[in-house]
């Protein structure tokens, strides 16, 4: 039986099971979190790294939280914030252009034994690869992760308009860049 956020709420606000509450509300996302920012980074240790920060800044912020959202909602909003953040740095930092980055991430899928799958699920994800990042973002939760575009919105803080837009553009980009291989 699977805890409830209030649940997960109710023991983090009491001071002598606030640590409890953590460790369900890690127990409850914490796979959900990863894939969310493996898909984005693609590499398995940064991804592991990124998730870490991402429970990091809900324990520290969870204060903020005012519900309006489901902690699912608050924690992926984290976790993709944490991810594009990561990214940008990244490519800042070794001074990549986006070409040298899209290579290196191709060439991660392509050695990596933590990928599991087959050629159709390795050409989709080096394809992604592709879209701009916020375009690859709204892909994943839409398409990868169900999620409603309202869910979406409350993650990225993107109107359902501009959204839906992101996600056909990103369909099409997709489309366009399978049907040239």
Known sequence: MQISDQEILNLIQNPHSKEMGFRQLIQVYQKRVYHVIRRLVIIHED????????????YHHIHKFESK??????????ATNEALS???KKKKRYFFSLDDH?????????HSSGLNGDEIQLKLQKTLLKLPEKQRLVFHLKYQEDLSY??????TGTSVGALK???????????EIISNQ
């Not at 991804?47 to 809900?58: E, G, S, V």
């Not at 899209?102 to 392509?110: A, H, N, P, V």
Request: charged share 25%; no cysteine.
């Open 47 to 58: 991804a592991d790294d990124l998730t870490q920060n991402t429970f990091i800044k809900a």
């Open 69 to 78: 959202s489901g902690l699912f909602t608050w924690l992926y909003r984290i």
């Open 86 to 88: 990561f990214l940008e």
């Open 102 to 110: 899209q290579e290196k991430m191709e060439s991660y899928l392509d």
């Open 150 to 155: 309202d869910e979406i919105s409350a993650i």
């Open 165 to 175: 837009a992101s996600y056909h553009h990103a369909v099409k980009k997709i489309e």
